[in-house]
């Protein structure tokens, strides 16, 4: 490259290579910055509501029983639940205790399937399903402690119980007038116990919250009939992952 040209090259380097650092002072300046802190109010009110959307994966812990495959001449070989994915919808009312610490409480309403799949081998070999379809009213209780607020973010974990109830049970169904459609039938009130994490931003004029929890059932579900799809099992019991997505004024 001739010398002529390469001047300009070089005041643009030099140009480029001082202004570098002035470039991160500017950056920095702003990202430490004080943010203008939404809903300040919020922290020192005591009784909030809103409502929460929620996609639910529900499932079953299965529990056959310990001789399966000798009561069962060796022809029924598994047991397996198979999720699926739902909705949830709710309110939510959410009581201050202290600066950290909350109580909540989410009424909802949830929507779900869960199949299980009994694998028979023999002289024939063949899959059979059973599809258990459910519409839940949810009453859960939950402490919640909460971390110091960072602007407009928060982070928090909550841990408690609740009461279930299934409009969806067939509990009272007489089984002998389904034949070959006979379901698994389940009891319609269970107790679960939850815990879950999340994270909430506080926007200019409501709280928007992201929330992963676990429920747990602790009832065995399950209805005993004189059929190979119940007497194989020796106990059901209720697993459910919530994503909700909470919105609160």
Excluded at 11 to 16: A, E, F, G, S
Excluded at 61 to 83: R, Y
Aim: glycine share 6%; net charge positive.
């Amino acid at each position: 490259m001739p010398r002529k040209a390469l001047i300009p090259y070089m005041l643009y380097k030099r140009c480029l290579k001082g202004s570098l650092p002035l470039l991160f002072i500017f950056f920095m300046g702003n990202s430490t910055r004080a943010q203008v802190m939404n809903r300040p109010e919020y922290d020192h009110t005591y009784l909030h509501f809103g409502f929460i959307i929620g996609l639910n994966t529900s499932n079953f812990f299965v529990q056959p029983i310990s001789d399966l495959g000798s009561h069962f001449h060796d022809s029924l070989k598994s047991i397996v639940s198979n999720p699926t994915t739902d909705f949830n919808l709710g309110i939510v009312a959410e009581v201050k205790i202290g600066p950290y610490l909350k109580l909540r409480f989410v009424p909802d309403l949830a929507f779900a399937e869960r199949n299980l799949t009994y694998s028979f081998a023999g002289a024939d070999t063949f899959l059979a399903s059973k599809s258990i379809q459910s519409v839940f009213l949810d009453f859960p209780l939950d402490v919640k402690l909460v971390s110091k607020r960072l602007n407009n973010f928060q982070a928090y974990v909550l841990a408690g119980g609740k009461y279930i109830t299934d409009l969806a049970s067939q509990s009272n169904v007489d089984q002998a007038l389904a034949g070959p459609n006979a379901t698994v039938r389940l009891i319609r009130n269970d107790y679960a116990y939850e815990a879950g994490a999340g994270l909430q931003f506080f926007l200019p004029y409501f709280k928007f919250a992201i929330e992963l929890k676990l429920s747990m059932g602790i009832r065995n579900l399950l209805i005993r009939d004189n059929t190979v799809y119940t007497e194989s099992l020796e106990t059901l019991r209720s697993k459910v992952w919530l994503i909700s997505f909470c919105f609160e004024g």
